[in-house]
């Protein structure tokens, strides 16, 4: 179940939507990053590793995406941290009295059952500014930006050179954007993002990210480069010339198309609205 990708980092890949569970082994435990989906799947994961003699001793959600903030109790009761705003998304949520159902109509019906909801969104939100997980293993860099939801972080395990992207930089979705009715423009957001995970990626050797394939340094560049290009398009107007949408689409992965259109739909609906006299 568990994938080495380089020392003291290993990943699990969810069966839908190729979610990664990413886990960063320390002195007495694991850090475990966006533990993943299904009670299954969860409960698998803790069998591993308690059969390798490791707890988790932390656990990360790198944005409040329901499918990054969920737990299962056979991981135990070890903190569970995020950014300070993607808590703050978290508790709203937890605020309204019927979070519970508005969550469970967001899941996929494939997997809506098997999802636990009891520890969803249950994380202690880490002072703004910090600059590191408050944990016994290596030093693990945390790279906030304002990219695709509020207080997403990724982040950077320095000894080993690993960048856990959440979701940014996939091989299998597009860019995805965060709300276009704000008042802050989601596509320039995003180019911050990309810019922010651009200044690491000299010390990055193994990009995981939240969804898709694991890559080398040697692509780490070009998926940025791909992100950045699909967005200007995006925002201009203008042709596009991306893999994972259109005909050149993975098998099974046609609906990320929606996905795009849908957005291009709402920069054509933002341009309107900017184009209007006040």
């Known amino acids: 179940m568990l994938k080495h990708v380089a020392q003291g980092v290993l990943v699990h890949q969810s069966e ?6 990413v886990v960063i082994e320390g002195q007495t435990g694991v850090l475990l990053v966006d533990p993943g989906q299904t009670r299954s799947e969860m409960a698998c994961l803790a069998d591993d590793l308690r059969q390798i003699g490791l707890p988790v001793v932390a656990g990360f959600s790198t944005h409040p995406d329901w499918d990054h903030v969920l737990w299962h109790p056979d991981l135990g009761d070890a903190p569970r941290y995020g950014t300070a705003r993607c808590v703050a998304v978290l508790r709203d949520v937890r605020s309204q009295p019927d979070w519970r159902d508005r969550a469970a109509e967001g899941l996929p019906p ?9 520890g969803y969104g249950l994380i202690t939100g880490l002072p703004a500014g910090t600059a590191q997980i408050p944990w016994d293993g290596p030093d693990v860099r945390i790279v906030e930006h304002p990219a695709h939801a509020p207080g997403h972080a990724a982040l950077l395990v320095e000894e080993r050179g690993v960048l856990v992207a959440g979701d940014m930089l996939s091989d299998l979705f597009v860019p995805m954007l965060d709300d ?15 810019r922010v995970l651009d200044d690491v990626a ?16 040697d692509q780490v560049r070009a998926r940025i480069d791909q992100d950045r290009a699909y967005l200007h398009a995006l925002r201009d107007g203008t042709a596009l010339d991306d893999p994972r949408i259109g005909p050149s689409a993975k098998p099974g992965w046609e609906w990320v198309n929606d996905i795009h259109e849908g957005q291009a739909q709402s920069v054509a609906r933002r341009r309107e609205r900017a184009d209007q006299p006040s």
């Open 16 to 21: 839908l939507l190729q979610n990664n569970t």
């Open 110 to 118: 494939e997997i809506a059952e098997e999802t636990p909801l009891d």
């Open 180 to 194: 276009f009715e704000k008042t802050a423009d989601p596509i320039e957001e995003y180019l911050v993002g990309l």
């Open 202 to 217: 000299d010390d990055v050797a193994v990009l995981v990210p939240g969804h898709g394939s694991v890559c080398g340094a």
